[in-house]
């Protein structure tokens, strides 16, 4: 399929007029994302992990748009994500992380997904439901070499194996999960992908899956038939304290709805947090934390948060409230900045990991909560 052939996706977004922010999400740039992870692992297959609707960016839109440029397997959290994504990935193997529950196997069978197999008993009711249904739809079979999350303890994994080759079970995966990925001297990692290897060779012949977006960095030895990558594909740097191998995604955009000005002494927002120490000009912007702009971000006397307005870092001031945020535009130069120009809070410079880590968070926590009132705008589509 060429681009030309894929429809645009009809996306279900405010209009721009009629919101303060925009969300800007760069289809183009999680596709040019997807295929250097595939160039990093020339060996395996590189699946997508878009659960949470997409790490927030919007579900359809991004996994059409995977699915054209040649993935073939999907990741989701449950089956309502399974739900929404089949019609955009006709021919993908999808596989539901949160796993099989009783009376959720017609679910997998109407969509033709496949859990994730996460314990002995899901293996047991998964088995019961295909057994009844004369239905070959595949599982991964998760097993827990180290994260004690979820997935089969190692010895119950052992001691299915031997079953694994004569029973049909349908496993068309076996997969683990690493639990300190982004931290590549951690010994867990080492830990974690000898025993996945030892798990391997039990069940020869079953394609297995053990790296995420940072797993992908640790070398062959982690990369097996399968790679998962999720953060990485929206621009999340997988490799933290290194330059960012992936090219950002994300720009949350608003409109400034005022300019006014601050006599010296003036305090800004809810609280009072803040003091002009000077006369002040400022910018309001139509975006907060009902944006996904995390409230901490005002800081208390010193701003932890900042936005490009005309080509210049200003800063935060005061708290930032459900709807508006205060900018000091006091450094740029009278008449620079008028009602209705553009604020950049992610983008132009400010990259998705600086805005996490300065609100305490990481990029995957940030993404997830953005715009979810924002009007959307998929370029590259
Ligand atoms: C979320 C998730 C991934 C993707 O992880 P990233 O760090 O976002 O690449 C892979 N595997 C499992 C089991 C997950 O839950």
């Known amino acids: 399929m060429t681009l030309a052939e894929v429809a645009p996706e009809p996306i279900d977004t405010p209009a721009a007029p009629e919101t303060g922010g925009t969300l800007k999400v760069d289809l183009a740039a999680i596709e040019a994302n997807w295929r250097t992870l595939s160039r990093r692992i020339p060996a395996s297959e590189c699946a997508a992990v878009v659960k949470a609707n997409a790490y927030g960016l919007g579900l359809e839109p991004v996994a059409k748009r995977l699915a054209a440029a040649g993935c073939k397997t999907f990741f989701v959290a449950d089956i309502a994500e399974a739900r929404r994504l089949r019609p955009r990935v006709p021919e993908a193997a999808i596989y539901v992380l949160n796993g099989f529950s009783p009376g959720s196997g017609a679910a997998f069978l109407d969509l033709g997904a496949r859990p994730v197999i996460n314990s002995t008993t ?103 038939d399968l790679a998962r990558p999720g953060a990485a594909l929206y621009g999340v740097n997988p490799t933290p304290g290194h330059p960012n191998p992936m090219q950002s995604v994300v720009e949350l955009t608003a409109r400034i709805l005022q300019v006014r000005t601050l006599d010296f002494g003036a305090t800004v927002g809810y609280g009072a947090t ?71 809070f992610i983008g132009a410079g400010i990259s998705v990991d600086d805005v996490a880590t300065a609100a305490g968070t990481i990029g995957y926590e940030l993404l997830t909560h953005l715009g979810a009132r924002c009007h959307h705008i998929y370029s590259g589509a």
């Open 122 to 224: 899901e293996l047991a009711e998964w088995d019961a439901f295909v057994g009844q249904h004369n239905w070959h739809g595949g599982a991964a079979l998760h097993v827990d070499t180290g994260m004690n999350r979820l997935g089969l303890p190692v010895d119950e994994a052992e001691a299915l194996a031997p079953r694994v080759q004569t029973e049909n079970h349908g496993i068309t995966l076996l997969m683990s999960h690493l639990a300190c990925a982004e931290i590549p001297g951690h010994p867990l990692n080492a830990a974690q992908i000898q025993l996945f290897k030892e798990i391997r060779l039990l069940f020869r012949g079953v394609p297995a899956s053990l790296a995420n977006s940072s797993g992908i960095f640790l070398g062959d030895a982690a990369h097996c």
């Open 274 to 344: 803040w003091t002009a120490k000077r006369p002040s000009r400022l910018a309001v912007a139509a975006v907060g934390y009902a944006d996904g702009l995390p409230r901490v971000l005002s800081g208390h006397d010193r701003p932890r948060g900042i936005a490009v307005i005309a080509g210049k870092l200003c800063p935060f001031v005061g708290r930032i409230s459900m709807d508006l945020i205060c900018i000091d535009i006091t450094d740029l130069p009278e008449g620079a900045v008028h009602r209705g120009d553009q604020a950049t």
